[in-house]
């Protein structure tokens, strides 16, 4: 029988973990080589990767994300800290742990002689799978490639390579599967096909982790989101909270007038005039800060009107992920 985590667990404890992923104080030094000094790549990283979500592990390069994933793919070995896969401590039950986790790397390393069924075959081999078990059918039908299963690996395109890297982690079922930088180098295209794959296996229960410093694929795809700078977490929240964080926009507006006072309909927005804001040929820039949670560009827009301003330019900064990331990522710098 192959080991299946989600019956074991279940067995031993009657539900399954409410943490897929759990890392507490995980720390990694890579000793220095040669002159090149001792690298802190994890520094206490506390993470707790819900069961059934989406998550997002966001980093600039260097960050720390691959080892995070290395450690929990048992590929690298902590310096201190604990890391859990389905409830399992991925050093004292390795092979538990290494059966609730799929990991599928960033290189397309693909053997080129080989078809997608026959490479689908040989890993649930390695993984134990008893033929009657496998379900290499249902995982061609999952990653798209049921017309391609009997073509050389050679002849397919790059985003079908990295689907039958995704259908490889997942032979043995795993609840939990792992997407190191899933769309790097994937075109436009592809990459929706593949966002569109992994969401469908988010839905039928998998637990799914992506590392990506594409940000737009953590705001359209990810539920909860971490993002780690210098080996440390500097965030982790659920998206729409972490979005929320900066409820916050500008309007930035020039008017014909040339006002000195700020016109009542107008008090309730709070105006700044900018300091250069009365332009030599009369007209004036204010910028007006809102929540638009709680507000519209149209009602201030609407205020101009009542307050009988000719608006000649109106302009609004959107906040998004970027913003989030870049603060924080220049906060923790150092
Ligand atoms: N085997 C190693 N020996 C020494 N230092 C290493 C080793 N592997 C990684 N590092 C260093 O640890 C830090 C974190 O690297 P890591 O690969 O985990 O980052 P990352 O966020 O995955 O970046 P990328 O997106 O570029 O893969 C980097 O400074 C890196 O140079």
């Known amino acids: 029988m192959p080991l299946d985590a989600r019956d074991q667990t279940e067995s031993r404890t009657g539900t399954d973990p409410d943490f897929a992923i759990e890392a507490k104080g995980l720390t990694k030094v890579y000793k220095g080589q040669g002159k090149s000094g001792e690298k802190r790549a994890l520094d206490n990283v506390d993470l707790q990767i819900p069961r059934g979500s989406l998550f997002g592990l966001l980093g600039p390069n260097g960050a720390g994300k691959s080892t995070f994933i290395n450690i929990l793919a048992g590929l690298v070995v902590k310096t201190s800290g604990s890391a859990k896969i389905w409830g399992y ?15 599928v790397p960033q290189e397309l390393n693909i053997d080129p002689f080989f078809t997608p069924e026959e490479m689908l075959d040989v890993q649930a081999g390695l993984y134990g799978v008893p033929k009657a078990e496998r379900r290499t059918d249902a995982i061609l039908e999952t990653i798209g490639l049921t017309d391609k299963r009997g073509a050389y690996a050679r002849t397919l395109s790059g985003g079908m390579r990295r689907r ?17 930088e899933p769309t790097a180098g994937v075109d436009i295209e592809l990459r929706q096909q593949l966002w569109e794959n992994v969401v469908e296996l988010n839905k039928r229960g998998t637990t799914v982790l992506l590392t990506t410093h594409y940000l737009e694929e953590a705001q359209e795809l990810c539920d909860r ?19 929320g964080r900066l409820d916050a926009k500008t309007v930035r507006v020039t008017v014909r007038e040339n006002l000195t006072d700020i016109p ?10 900018q300091s250069d804001g009365v332009e030599a040929d009369g007209r004036t820039v204010m910028t007006i800060a809102y929540r638009p949670s709680s507000m519209t560009a149209g009602e201030i827009i609407n205020a101009l009107n009542v307050a009988n301003l000719t608006i000649l330019d109106l302009s609004t900064e959107e906040t998004d992920l970027e913003d989030i990331f870049l603060q924080l990522t220049s906060r923790s710098k150092g």
């Open 225 to 243: 989101i971490a993002i780690i700078n210098n080996g440390q977490v500097v965030a982790h929240d659920d998206k729409r909270h972490l979005l």
């Open 164 to 180: 039958l890297l995704i259908g490889k982690a997942m032979v043995h079922d795993p609840p939990v599967l792992v997407l190191d």
């Open 264 to 273: 009542a309909p107008l008090q309730p927005f709070n105006p700044t005039i």
């Open 89 to 103: 401590e991925v050093e004292d039950n390795p092979r538990m742990a290494k059966a609730a986790i799929g990991v």
